[in-house]
């Protein structure tokens, strides 16, 4: 079992797995672990039989307050309104600010084979009156919400605060008002000029009803409705939410004390790294979503995201560096391992399950998928640049067969995302220019034995009943040879990088090797072996 499986067999009866999101802006791709988390639990739940229900929430009675993300002009007007009634910057046909950057992660839910079975947006709602006994609960009990908030958070609100914010009517500012009595039908507001730093409100005050869209509740109060409203019994939350006195502690105790329900199951994750260097340098790419998916197919971002338990960071850095080669070879040794092959090194327990999870298919046939030939990313990355190449070919003579559809597919998107690599991510190692004719320099800088080692290795690769093919079978070759040499294996590798590409680095040799032409190889590796003596 792996952590989601484990989590499904601690729970029974049906499940309401929820998450919600404030529609802001840009989708920072660490924000992604979140919603797979959700999907891979909500398919352990189903997998053990458990009636499952995934939602998905749009915060989007939220203020907006990120300015950059504003044109000039709209900045006085638009600052503290709800997301909803933004209307939409980029003006590409979407109903609001909101809807605009909520399809956004949208579009990259589904991309990712995540399919909630309902959205809900909090801009419909309220409207719907759905909110409105809740907010008259968080109205009357006001004094035990602030004690909540002074006793679990800190926080000291005065005794005039309650946990709603209304639109104000005037200016349709959200992020402005303050309520500061209730009626028990109506509550007095005030659109403050300087409530926030971030937004102006216009200064009106007077009685306004709280329902049917009007106001909104505060968020932790907000949070803990919805697990009411909609009977939610797992939810997983980020570790920054997590905190002691945070906003989730906060939730948890308004649900209990405030709208007597228990609050649903929490499952702590932690947060994504991108490195310690500061992405988007040289190539201009950055740590947005729609960025990495670009590079990383869906079915290696979701295994990013799963493979560690939710309570372990992740560290990831895809510029200059192999991380996204590694993710693929990772990926490819749970599929080995799940399809019932040797894999070297260790592997975790419940591999089968994270292979399974990481497809998009839900229903996919696990041990099927997993026995499909995966050719190695580094190997298409070096064959992508390598000139006509028939890549089909090659890997069809790597598999020693053709290709199923399924195959097929797994390396036409592999080769995007290979391109996409290099073009985005690649160290400069990784980028390769095999030298038309004999880089005499770099050859000549060699020493004897390594020279001798050049001609010992095309000897070799002749004297076999046919040239090498793979990129497996040459890196063995080269090994062997190495041992039987006395080389030390980096000094191997070295050479064979002089007498192809002219220099001291560069990619997996044996893959190198694999992605010319046999003959072209041996030719190469006779021309920089020493002259053989005269007789
Ligand atoms: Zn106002």
């Known amino acids: 079992m792996d ?14 797995v929820n998450d919600s999101k404030t529609p802001s802006g840009t ?73 605009h950057h909520a399809q956004v992660f949208i579009d990259l839910f589904a991309g990712l084979g995540i399919h909630p079975d309902r959205y809900y ?31 679990v958070a800190h926080v000291q609100h005065p005794d005039d605060w309650h946990p709603i914010q209304v639109v104000c009517p005037n200016c349709g500012k959200i992020g402005t008002t303050i309520v500061t009595k209730w009626d028990g039908e109506r509550v007095f507001f005030e659109c403050r000029e300087r409530l926030v730093t971030w937004a102006r409100g216009c200064g009106t005050s007077g009685w306004i009803s709280p329902f049917g869209g009007n106001g ?58 991108i490195g310690g260097k500061k992405m988007s340098t040289s190539k201009g790419r950055g740590a947005a979503a729609h960025e990495i998916a670009d590079v990383v197919p869906p079915e290696q971002l979701r295994f990013l995201f799963i493979r560690p338990r939710p309570n372990q960071v992740i560290e990831f850095e895809p510029e200059g560096t192999d991380a996204i080669p590694r993710l693929f070879d ?28 990481s497809l998009l298919d839900p229903a996919a046939n696990v041990a099927a998928d997993a026995a499909a030939f995966r050719p190695a990313f580094s190997h298409l990355a070096l064959l992508a640049q390598i000139p006509n190449v028939d890549v089909r070919a090659r890997v069809e003579a790597e598999k020693g067969g053709e290709l199923s559809t399924r195959e097929d597919a797994i390396l036409g998107e592999r080769v995007t995302a ?33 020279r001798r080692y050049l001609g010992a290795l095309a000897d070799a690769a002749l004297s076999a009943d046919a040239l090498p093919e793979s990129g497996e079978a040459w890196q063995n070759l080269i090994f062997s040879i190495a041992g039987e040499v006395g080389l030390p294996n980096g000094r191997a590798f070295a050479a064979l990088y002089a007498a192809f ?35």
């Open 3 to 16: 952590w989601a499986d484990e989590l499904a067999a601690s729970v029974s009866g049906p499940q309401v």
């Open 27 to 99: 989708v920072h791709v660490g924000s992604l672990r979140g919603p797979v988390i959700l999907d891979v639990i909500t398919r352990a739940l189903r997998a053990r039989g458990l009636e499952t229900t995934l939602l998905y929430g749009i915060d989007d009675m939220d203020p907006m307050d990120a300015q950059a993300l504003l044109t000039p002009d709209a900045v006085d007007h638009e600052m503290g309104r709800p997301l909803a009634h933004v209307p939409d910057q980029a003006d590409d046909g979407h109903a609001s600010y909101a809807r």
């Open 121 to 151: 947006w909090m801009s419909d709602i309220y409207p719907t009156g759905e909110m409105d006994g809740f907010i008259r609960t968080a109205l009357d009990r006001a004094a035990d919400v602030r004690e909540i908030y002074r006793r």
């Open 216 to 273: 909104k509740l505060g968020w932790n109060l907000e949070w803990a409705a919805q697990w009411s409203l909609f009977g939610v019994t797992i939810e997983p939350c980020g570790k920054d939410l997590s905190t002691a006195g945070g906003s989730r502690d906060r939730a948890d105790a308004i649900a209990r004390e405030i709208f007597g329900r228990e609050p649903p199951l929490n499952v702590a994750y932690e947060f994504l790294n």
């Open 330 to 357: 990772e990926f490819d040794k749970f599929a080995a391992a799940t399809a019932g092959k040797e894999v070297r090194g260790e592997i975790a327990p419940g591999h089968a399950a994270t292979f399974g999870y």
């Open 418 to 450: 290979a391109r996409a690599w290099l073009e985005a991510y690649a160290p400069e190692r990784a980028v390769v220019a095999v030298r038309d004719e004999l880089p005499t320099d770099a050859v000549g800088a060699l020493e004897d034995d390594q």
């Open 501 to 535: 590409l002219g220099r001291t680095n560069g990619p997996r040799a044996g893959w190198l090797l694999a992605s010319l032409d046999p003959t072209f190889v041996a030719d190469r590796l006779r021309a920089a072996a020493p002259p053989p003596m005269a007789a």
